[in-house]
């Protein structure tokens, strides 16, 4: 099975700026969509942005313009640059990787979650 782990969270001040890392446990040429989803306290878990394995994006507009999403196949590795950052951005992070489609099911990967504060 599939195993992806997130690091590079954590505080940083409203405008500021924290790049994500998503390491898998395979070939993530393999891996036809990659993402990032996040979760608020008492919220639902909303898509931020996905890449496939051609290197097409699609962003939520809420980040569209501040967040760059971009994967390297030689390292395994998916990243999210976060820039200009806002307090409403604060929530736990998930990687997320799938054969096939951005929308989760029961096939879908997911990392550990990693926790992003934006607080002043």
């Known amino acids: 099975q599939v195993q992806l782990v997130e690091s590079g969270g954590g505080l940083v001040q409203p405008g500021g700026s924290l790049r994500l890392s998503c390491t898998a446990s395979t070939r993530i040429f393999r891996i036809k969509v990659m993402g990032w989803f996040r979760q608020a306290p008492e919220q639902q878990r909303e898509l931020v942005a996905v890449?496939?394995?051609?290197?097409?994006?699609n962003y939520a507009e809420s980040v569209k313009g501040r967040f760059t999403i971009s994967r390297d196949h030689a390292k395994n590795t998916m990243y999210l640059q976060m820039n200009r950052l806002e307090s409403e951005d604060t929530a736990v992070y998930y990687c997320y990787g799938d054969p096939d489609t951005a929308v989760p099911n029961e096939g879908s990967y997911w990392g550990q979650g990693t926790q992003v504060t934006v607080s002043s």
């Open positions: 890449i496939t394995n051609g290197g097409r994006t």
